[in-house]
């Protein structure tokens, strides 16, 4: 059963979370610190409105990909927005930067690929969130994402 909660603000030198009804709204110059401080909030949010530990890995996992990715698209220390929303029915997970000219593309390389070393990130997000968007906005790209629950 999720419920609401208040988190407080949380800000720091290239990082502040905006706390929302179930979830959050992240701005952040990307780094490896910021990375590990979103996946923390991430888990504590979707622990405390009662998504499953499982879940939960998941989110972290969509949203470690999709900075990634964006951080190979712009750099390091791309000012990005990390939204993460949780409802009845799953999880919202979306990532903006300002480059609106690298879109990813989905591949068609299969994840069990024994020979490939990169290029497996959006395939494990078409897994896991199948049905991703891309869009095109005024100050760059957002990358969306749906995790459905799974009943229990």
Request: aromatic share 6%; proline share 7%.
């Amino acid at each position: 059963m999720l419920h609401t909660f208040q988190q407080p603000v949380i800000a720091a030198q290239g990082f502040y979370v905006k706390p929302r009804t179930i979830g959050f709204a992240a701005y952040l110059s990307a780094s490896a610190a910021h990375l590990r401080l979103v996946r923390q909030l991430t888990a504590l949010t979707l622990r405390e409105a009662g998504v499953d530990a499982g879940m939960c890995d998941n989110v972290q996992l969509v949203a470690s990909e999709l900075i990634g990715n964006s951080v190979r698209a712009c750099g390091d220390h791309v000012p990005l927005v990390v939204e993460v929303d949780a409802g009845p029915a799953g999880v919202w997970v979306k990532v903006h930067d300002p480059d609106a000219d690298r879109l990813p593309e989905r591949s068609a390389m299969p994840l069990d690929d024994d020979v490939a070393e990169s290029g497996r990130g959006l395939g494990l997000v078409d897994y896991l969130a199948p049905g991703w968007q891309v869009r095109v906005t005024p100050l760059g790209k957002q990358l969306v994402c749906w995790l459905p629950l799974r009943p229990r």
